[in-house]
């Protein structure tokens, strides 16, 4: 048991270097949070600073809550989706997948160590945007209401599952498809404009409830600032969570056990 738990650090770390070791991708995972956040806040500094009697400050809970909605629905989950993709289909992209499947390790296992490693970066990447983005809803605030401590722990935790989950279906497609541009493509075309068309689309009823957005944004902690919310029982949003959690990275490490070396 030990061996295996040591074998098992061994991979999860050897993938998570490979990822780190993607610099470019990683700067561009950042920025995908970072600048629009930046870009945000200095638009709301420069118009509160032009017009105080009409526009208000850049910090403060509202800004806060669309903060949440910056890197928990749109662009850090277009951030997650990079990080998956690379580790789902980097090394079929490199032409390297045959001399991991030779190092003997099972396939199932070097599916499943990627995971991991995945979601680490993503959450690194994730939490440096959000220690910026709540230094600037404290720094800007100016006498507006600031979020709680109890509310910032929660924020942590729905972006970590948030983008956690992204995470890992974006890399189940990828090792689905073996391709990691058409996964990029696919997913930011879904979440970014079919998937808030969707939510917004009312003559479908209760089968918005699937989506995946629908359940991440009835979760969300905070002010409601983003797309409309979709009540639900609390049940049906975890067995959603499950489902998308299931499907597409269970395809994927099928067809990782069944592909040509």
Known sequence: MSLDLTVGRQMVGADMLRLRKKRGMVALALAVMLVPLVIMTGYDVVRHASDPAHYSPAGGLNSYGRLLDLLGLFMGPVAAILIGAEAGAGDLAAGVF?????????????FLSRI??????????????FVIGVAVTFSFADGLATPSLWMILQSVAWLALANSV??????????????????????????????????????????????????????????????????????????????????????????MRTRDA
């Open 98 to 110: 045959r001399d991991n499947v030779l190092t003997g390790r099972s396939r199932t296992a070097l």
């Open 116 to 129: 991991p490693a995945a979601v680490a970066v993503t959450l690194t990447v994730t939490g440096i945007a």
């Open 166 to 255: 992204v995470c890992v279906i974006a890399l189940g497609l990828a090792s689905l498809t073996g391709s990691r541009t058409g996964t990029i493509t696919a997913l930011i075309g879904w979440e970014l404009v079919l998937s808030p068309l969707v939510v917004q689309a009312t003559s479908l009823g209760s089968l918005r409830r699937g989506l995946l957005d629908s359940v991440l944004g009835f979760l969300k902690p905070g002010p409601l600032t983003g797309p409309p919310v979709i009540p639900m029982p609390v049940a049906v949003a975890v067995v959603v969570l499950i489902g998308w959690l299931l499907v597409l990275p269970g395809l994927g490490a099928w067809r």
